[in-house]
């Protein structure tokens, strides 16, 4: 999918099914082996990114045909994380994630509309004396 060009809709609808044939289910075993260790490290730094991805040695574990198909999430770290979600208050988060998007979608609004300004000669004049460069967004 990533490597041909599609025209349409069903073009793409086609390479993403090739693709999906195409891609090594061992290489899968290993990616989702990957995803579980990252939420297991999500889990330990209480929801941030700021681990580092750790190493499994798949490759290594799949040619002894020891790959696991789950990784276990420890008991400590499940009841640590358990408890952290616990202490949030939820309503309050849910507002402050309410209110986060409210201000993402009016910057969105703005800069839609300040996209759709046309500045007139004067505006364009006084720009360019300040140092300014208008730039005309039918450029791109």
Avoid: W
């Avoid at 040619?63 to 616990?86: M, W």
Wanted: with cysteine.
């Amino acid at each position: 999918q990533h490597r041909e060009s599609a025209r349409t809709i069903d073009d793409l609808v086609a390479n993403v099914g090739k693709a999906f044939k195409d891609y090594p289910l061992e290489r899968l075993d290993h990616t989702f082996m990957t995803l579980q260790s990252c939420l297991l490290e999500t889990i330990r730094v209480a929801g941030d990114n700021t681990y580092k991805i750790p190493h499994l040695g798949k490759q290594r574990q799949a040619r002894l045909g020891i790959l696991p198909r789950n990784l276990i999430c420890p008991t400590e770290d499940y009841l640590d994380g358990t408890a952290k979600l616990s202490a949030i208050d939820a309503v309050a988060y849910e507002r402050a994630v309410e209110t986060e998007l409210d201000e993402l979608r009016m910057a969105d609004e703005l800069s839609t509309y300040l996209e759709s300004m046309a500045l007139d000669s004067d505006v364009t004049a006084a720009l360019e004396a300040a140092g300014l460069e208008a730039i005309d967004m039918n450029d791109e």
